[in-house]
């Protein structure tokens, strides 16, 4: 059965720092991966998705990195603002379409003006 | 992106009575919904998936008499939630499938039982 985690849970950090967020799934054998903004009892985001044959994807400030072999993506977030406030989650799809998503339990992270 | 609505927003319900959830997917066609469950500080599980037209698969320990799921079409599936209890009580949301097997998900619905 597929796990998925997080780390750090929680992070808080001064705007304008890089950060990187960690994810690692235990069965290597993805479709993709996706990450996820969730604000406060909201839904959510979709941030990237990552195929499975793919090693990255980027969309503005963020960056996600896949490498499947080890079990592990990151979320790089470049010059971090107070906007960026949220909980971020991470997503796997282990059986494509017709598959539900298996998250972590996210990182919640807080940018300080 | 494509776009996943949800309604109600959030409901308020009795204990013993059932509410029922909508999800729509209002550019695209989700041949497949799936419906997940976020209890508070928790993360999603996934609760079932829905296929237009056929019954819906249940993850394991999820009551498939007290959450009835319908696909009726390729844009609406519903929930609905039996008899419910306070311990129902939680943050259900809904996601369709479309290109690329990127999922989108709807708002969420928040759903108290007193």
């Known amino acids: 059965k597929q796990e998925v985690t997080q780390i750090p849970a929680a992070l808080s950090v001064p705007e304008g720092e890089n950060l990187v967020l960690n994810c690692s799934f235990t069965?290597?054998?993805?479709?993709?991966l996706q990450w996820f903004r969730q604000d406060p009892g909201k839904g959510l985001t979709s941030l990237l998705l990552?195929?499975?044959?793919?090693r990255e994807q980027t969309s503005g400030r963020l960056n996600a990195s896949l490498d499947k072999s080890s079990g592990r993506s990151t979320l790089y977030i470049a010059a971090s603002q107070p906007g960026d406030s949220a909980t971020y989650l991470c997503?796997?799809?282990?059986?494509?379409?017709?598959?539900?998503?298996?998250f972590g339990k996210g990182t919640h992270l807080i940018i300080q003006p | 992106g494509a776009v996943v609505s949800q309604h109600p927003s959030w409901v308020i319900c009795k204990s013993g009575t059932s509410v029922k959830i909508e999800c729509r997917s209002l550019?695209?066609?989700?041949?497949?919904m799936f419906w997940y469950r976020q209890f508070p500080k928790q993360s999603l599980m996934l609760m079932a998936t829905?296929?237009?037209?056929?019954?819906?698969?249940?993850e394991q320990g999820v009551e498939k008499d007290k959450f009835l799921i319908n696909h009726a079409s390729l844009t609406l599936s519903t929930l609905t939630v039996t008899s419910a209890h306070p311990e129902d009580s939680s943050f259900y949301i809904c996601?369709?499938?479309?290109?690329?097997?990127?999922?989108?998900f709807g708002p969420g619905t928040r759903l108290t039982v007193t």
């Open positions: 829905s296929n237009e037209g056929s019954k819906a698969t249940y």
């Open positions: 997503a796997v799809n282990s059986g494509g379409g017709a598959d539900g998503l298996t």
């Open positions: 990552i195929q499975s044959s793919q």
């Open positions: 996601s369709g499938g479309s290109r690329l097997d990127e999922q989108y």
């Open positions: 069965d290597s054998a993805i479709y993709n």
């Open positions: 550019d695209f066609q989700a041949t497949t």
